[in-house]
T-cell receptor, first 113, second 112 residues
Framework: RKEVEQDPGPFNVPEGATVAFNCTYSNSASQSFFWYRQDCRKEPKLLMSVYSSGNEDGRFTAQLNRASQYISLLIRDSKLSDSATYLCVVITVRREAGTALIFGKGTTLSVSS | DAGVTQSPTHLIKTRGQHVTLRCSPISGHKSVSWYQQVLGQGPQFIFQYYEKEERGRGNFPDRFSARQFPNYSSELNVNALLLGDSALYLC???????????FGPGTRLTVL
């Protein structure tokens, strides 16, 4: 089982739609959680951190359920500029490996007019 | 402020050759990590360096090595290149004690 698994894509939605991405992680000792955004042929960029209490940044809402080892990202009122690949990222501090970001495969979102 | 910089941006090599990729972290960041991203996959952790010492290693063969210099810049070396090493190699830096990593634009390596 992969350490971080995401919804298979792609998601094709019209402008204005609400879309939700899901992610599960296998290591219950995981400590930090993030969503990164990656545009085509570009580097990943931090979108937002994810907390158990949930956090919101404009049209984006992220949620963490530690009991279910589940992370979600909700995008409301989708814009054309939201088209990208969204990467679920987990940090599991391991003594041998230090701190490393563990990425999911990514889910591609395409927003059309 | 300059972000993470990497060089070269693109590179074409043939099987069996070796390659050196370079990374300069954001000013003030002492931790540098390297990731490999093959097409259609998320980035995979290769190495992390902090204060010139290796602090973490992913599941990559010994053909992959790295080092960090006193100015916190870093090099990733790959020997005996294989076709499967073709990928985007990403460098990320972070501030001491922070989980947030900032990525450079990457080096796209093609092995023929």
């Amino acid at each position: 089982r992969k350490e971080v698994e995401q919804d298979p894509g792609p998601f094709n939605v019209p402008e204005g739609a609400t879309v939700a991405f899901n992610c599960t992680y296998s290591n219950s000792a995981s400590q930090s959680f993030f969503w990164y955004r990656q545009d085509c042929r570009k580097e990943p960029k931090l979108l937002m951190s994810v907390y158990s209490s949930g956090n919101e940044d404009g049209r984006f809402t992220a949620q963490l359920n530690r009991a279910s080892q589940y992370i979600s990202l909700l995008i409301r009122d989708s814009k054309l500029s939201d088209s990208a690949t969204y990467l679920c990222v987990v940090i599991t501090v391991r003594r041998e490996a230090g701190t490393a970001l563990i990425f999911g495969k990514g889910t591609t979102l395409s927003v059309s007019s | 402020d300059a972000g993470v910089t990497q060089s070269p941006t693109h590179l074409i090599k043939t099987r069996g050759q070796h390659v050196t990729l370079r990374c300069s972290p954001i000013s003030g960041h002492k931790s540098v990590s390297w990731y490999q991203q093959v097409l259609g996959q998320g980035p995979q952790f290769i190495f992390q360096y902090y204060e010139k010492e290796e602090r973490g290693r992913g599941n990559f063969p010994d053909r992959f090595s790295a080092r960090q210099f006193p100015n916190y810049s870093s090099e990733l070396n790959v020997n005996a290149l294989l076709l499967g090493d073709s990928a985007l190699y990403l460098c990320a830096s972070s501030f001491q004690g922070s989980d947030t990593q900032y990525f450079g634009p990457g080096t796209r390596l093609t092995v023929l």
